[in-house]
């Protein structure tokens, strides 16, 4: 046991070191290394028009009745990042019993804010009409993001003018999940996020500048060792919530990064941190499950 467990962090190790260095091969590691019998999948499924504006659907076999819908928003700087290499966290989620939308957005050079928070926006309002197609129920529809994709849950989220524009209602999002998330990053410092974020509405695009009273209840998740996104974007959206009276949960683990954030949430490696766990937590907390109980999506028992 203890050369399985010394080869999994062995693993782990060169995956978290690859991941700072490219975004693709790592992650399909972890999915391949991720188990996928217990889900189905429809892929690239378009919620737009443009190339970029399509999403995928996991289901898992077995689903809790009344668990939520988990839309998740991957990260990579907001200018890269594919859904396909994200299906590890479909698979872990799928596996808790919920059904897990991962859409693409568009990305800089193409687009700066607000325009990928508007495809964010538009990819949860096909969610919420189209719920025929994502669950066999009516379930409560949550955000959740890492890194960029944190911003952009976050953003649909707190501010309603996103989904309103999409003649969808704000209240209809159940709550809002942010790991390593970028949610207070002023000012910026010299790098291409000057222009991702254009200095007349860069205030706009903090997502703690949009928090308010009837804000979605919120978990975050934060890694004490992040060099990339630093903790107290975190702690301080923590202190806005709290202040506000809106419920929120807090997450601040020691000695693990921003990559391994992301990471612990695949199953393989869930053993590198309480990520996947408190987000199960979260989730059943806030949703009423019926305990013991499930129904089949694909097909009669």
Sequence with gaps: MHSAHSKSTYLLLVIVAALSASACSPLQTINVLSPSAHYSSDSDIAYGSLPRQMLDI???????LGAPVVVFFYGGGWDNGDKHDYEFVASSLAEAGYTVVIPDYRVYPDVVF????????????????????????????????HSAGAHIAAMVSYDPHYLNDQAADPAAIAG??????????????????????????RDDSQPINHVTKTSPPTLLVHGLDDKLVESGNSTRLEKKLSELGVPVTLHLY???GHARVAVALSQPFEFTGDVLKDTIAFLDARTELSDGESHNSSSPD
């Design 254 to 256: 020691e000695d693990i």
């Design 176 to 201: 809002f999940i942010g790991l390593s998330g970028p949610y207070d990053f002023l000012p910026l410092g010299p790098s291409y996020l000057r222009e991702v974020f254009p200095e007349d509405i």
């Design 114 to 145: 607000p325009e990928f928070v508007e495809d964010g926006a538009l990819a949860v309002a096909w969610v919420l009409s189209n719920s025929e197609l994502v669950s066999t129920d009516q379930t409560p529809v949550y955000l959740m993001g």
């Design 58 to 64: 996991y289901t898992p076999q077995q689903a809790k």
